[in-house]
């Protein structure tokens, strides 16, 4: 599986909340990274199950194809979709 995220101005990256949900990562959880033929980032204490990554992607997907098609969504629209709260601070 592949995903592409876009780096920010200060090098962050944020994982969504379904890939967060599906490896078990919560908020202050170390993470390894490795550095091979590219960049490998892995939880430092859970095993990863791929099944229930790929259920909770495709649910997030799903649920995201039934939003209206638009560039720019409204304030609040997609808070079902976890997007909001990766942008709070």
Do not use: C, N
Not at 17 to 32: F, L, P
């Amino acid at each position: 599986m592949t995903l592409k995220l876009k780096v920010g101005r200060k090098g962050y990256i944020i994982l969504p909340k379904a890939i967060r949900e599906a490896v078990g990562i919560d908020e202050g959880d170390e993470v390894i990274v490795e550095i091979k033929d590219g960049i490998i980032l892995k939880p430092a204490k859970r095993k990863i199950d791929a099944g229930k990554l790929k259920e909770s992607l495709r649910k997030h997907v799903e649920f995201l194809k039934k939003i209206p098609g638009r560039v720019e969504p409204k304030p609040g629209e997609l808070a079902q979709a976890y997007l909001e709260e990766e942008f709070e601070q």
